[in-house]
T-cell receptor, first 110, second 115 residues
Framework: KNQVEQSPQSLIILEGKNCTLQCNYTVSPFSNLRWYKQDTGRGPVSLTI?????NTKSNGRYTATLDADTKQSSLHITASQLSDSASYIC?????????FGTGTRLTVIP | NAGVTQTPKFRILKIGQSMTLQCTQD?????MYWYRQDPGMGLKLIYY???????DKGEVPNGYNVSRSTTEDFPLRLELAAPSQTSVYFCASSHGVGSSNEKLFFGSGTQLSVL
């Protein structure tokens, strides 16, 4: 069964600290893996897209990693800011289908 | 560019009423999608379109209909609203299909409650 699981479900960190969000998937055949940021009351916004051959991709303070062998990905946020408070959604593409994780709710406190 | 625009932002319906959620994009994207997002669940695909005049069912199409008469517009129709359709609805568009590396652009969502 094609599934995308994210952990933790929610996370609270202090402003300026780093954090790492996890994504495990069982989707096949794999096309690409995406991370989205969704602010409260808004639609998801793309952060990174990685193909099978890419194992790291950065977008400013966001760095995504992919291990296609173990079917795991992580999103590392460096020097967190209050504006990083949002849900982060992992999405895996297989053929023409997209499989969405349930997201990690990150709260950054001052 | 406005991107993907959805209206309305909020709506309350009575059981059995009908309504249309509007979605328009100004990026000349061929692919458009409707998703619903329920609390604690990942986004589920309702319908999608690969171009004007072409639509197809997604994972959860029951109770919904769509049309794609132009490249820009992709409205979602609820004919007989049911409480199970209470959700947040997102329209999205992309230049290419999901297996490509094309970004998916989302609208800001429509929060629908059916009472």
């Amino acid at each position: 069964k094609n599934q995308v699981e994210q952990s933790p479900q929610s996370l609270i960190i202090l402003e300026g600290k780093n954090c790492t969000l996890q994504c495990n998937y069982t989707v096949s055949p794999f096309s690409n893996l995406r991370w989205y940021k969704q602010d409260t009351g808004r639609g998801p916004v793309s952060l990174t897209i990685m193909t099978f051959s890419e194992n790291t991709k950065s977008n400013g303070r966001y760095t995504a990693t992919l291990d296609a062998d173990t079917k795991q990905s992580s999103l590392h946020i460096t020097a967190s800011q209050l504006s990083d408070s949002a849900s982060y959604i992992c999405v895996v593409s297989a053929d023409h289908n997209l499989f969405f994780g349930t997201g990690t709710r990150l709260t950054v406190i001052p | 560019n406005a991107g993907v625009t959805q209206t309305p932002k909020f709506r309350i319906l009575k059981i059995g009423q009908s309504m249309t959620l509007q979605c328009t994009q100004d990026m000349n994207h061929n692919y458009m999608y409707w998703y619903r997002q329920d609390p604690g669940m990942g986004l589920k695909l309702i319908y999608y379109s690969v171009g004007a005049g072409i639509t197809d069912k997604g994972e959860v199409p029951n109770g919904y209909n769509v049309s794609r008469s132009t490249t820009e517009d992709f409205p979602l129709r609820l004919e007989l609203a049911a409480p199970s359709q209470t959700s947040v609805y997102f329209c999205a568009s992309s230049h290419g299909v999901g297996s490509s590396n094309e970004k998916l652009f989302f609208g800001s969502g429509t929060q629908l409650s059916v009472l």
